[in-house]
């Protein structure tokens, strides 16, 4: 009887196991479904801004040319005829021309400014997606770091009286990398996602509100043939019991409707499974959270 019931409890156990490894292969097969949705779709927007933009962009500088060739042409005529008829010094007060003569050159490197922060933003989309680079390629991580950077500026900035977060990049002189580009920019947005979760709560916290949040990304070269990237917040950090469930699906500390439980647990996939590396989190209450990642920097075998 009691060998019975072990036996049972055995299965059990095993069936419990299967069910949920089922369970997270769907949750993964769902989120790279969307993440590949995501990434034609991103791809696809940065494709059609690009070349508007390259357009407005391209002609800046000309127009620019222009302006100043045509405020010189009157520099030259109010020389040379200085005492203008009476409808023309009207014309001169009305539109107040020395004004004008020095705010449209101002305007037009304000558009260019603009011009360029668009265009990089979609260099940065476009690197994020990375469909051109679905297989195993080559690829420069310090880029793609730096466009999961900036499509996070939003939630970095400051707000109302509230400080924005700051991003501190200690980069190494990293080799090319070869990788699953598009799957570990989704791990940087994981972790970086997470991290600005932590340090908002925490700078809502009376006691908190003055201190400086931060995010340190740092990439170093081993002597393992590999690279390390760290990603380290000045949150409050995770308590031991937190911190060794963090890989484990479906486990968030987030209110329910904020997090599935599935963003760690899928990037420990990607690192591991995908690239053959390793993905660790160093934490303690009150003294910040650390992840480390190190991938092979050519990988011996794709899994």
Same mark, same amino acid.
């Given at each position: ?9 055995? $299965? ?11 369970? +997270? ?8 479904? $969307? ?8 791809? @696809? ?11 407005? #962009? ?13 405020? $010189? ?6 020389? !040379? ?7 023309? =010094? ?9 004004? &004008? ?23 940065? +989309? ?36 509230? &400080? ?6 200690? #980069?190494?002189? &990293? ?15 994981? =972790? ?8 908002? +709560? ?41 911190? !060794? ?16 439980? &599935? ?11 995908? !690239? @053959? ?19 092979? =920097?050519?990988?011996?075998?794709? +899994?």
């Amino acid at each position: 009887m009691q060998e019975r019931t072990y036996e049972l409890n055995d $299965k059990n156990e095993r069936l419990e196991q299967t069910l949920l490894e089922l369970k +997270l292969t769907q949750a993964q097969l769902i989120q790279t479904e $969307k993440m590949s949705s995501l990434g034609q779709m991103v791809a @696809g927007v940065a494709h059609e801004i690009n070349n508007p933009v390259s357009f407005i #962009y391209g002609n800046l500088n000309p127009a620019s040319d222009y302006v100043k060739d045509l405020l $010189k042409l009157i520099e030259l005529y109010q020389q !040379h005829y200085p005492e203008p008829a009476d409808e023309i =010094i009207e014309e001169i007060e009305t539109i107040e021309l020395e004004f &004008l003569s020095e705010d449209l050159q101002k305007l037009l490197d304000s558009m260019k400014v603009g011009a360029e922060r668009i265009r990089d933003i979609v260099l940065s +989309l476009r690197n994020f997606s990375r469909l051109d680079e679905a297989q195993m390629k080559s690829v420069n991580i310090d880029e793609g770091i730096d466009s999961t950077v900036m499509l996070l500026q939003p939630r970095l900035r400051k707000e109302g009286g509230r &400080l924005g977060i700051e991003v501190i990049k200690n #980069y190494s002189k &990293l080799p090319l990398i070869t990788c699953y580009a598009s799957q570990l920019n989704q791990v940087f947005m994981n =972790i970086l996602t997470n991290a600005i979760d932590a340090l908002l +709560l925490a700078r809502d916290c009376p006691e908190s509100s003055h201190k400086q949040p931060t995010i340190t990304i740092s990439t170093e070269v081993t002597d393992r043939n590999s690279a390390i990237i760290r990603m380290a917040d000045s949150g409050p950090g995770m308590s031991s019991e937190v911190l !060794h469930k963090i890989f484990d699906p479906f486990f968030t500390t987030k209110p329910v409707g904020s997090g599935t439980g &599935l963003g760690l647990s899928i990037s420990h996939s990607i690192v591991v499974s995908s !690239h @053959g590396g390793k993905l660790s989190c160093v934490s303690a209450p009150g003294e910040g959270t650390e992840f480390i990642i190190e991938i092979p =920097i050519a990988p011996k075998q794709v +899994l």
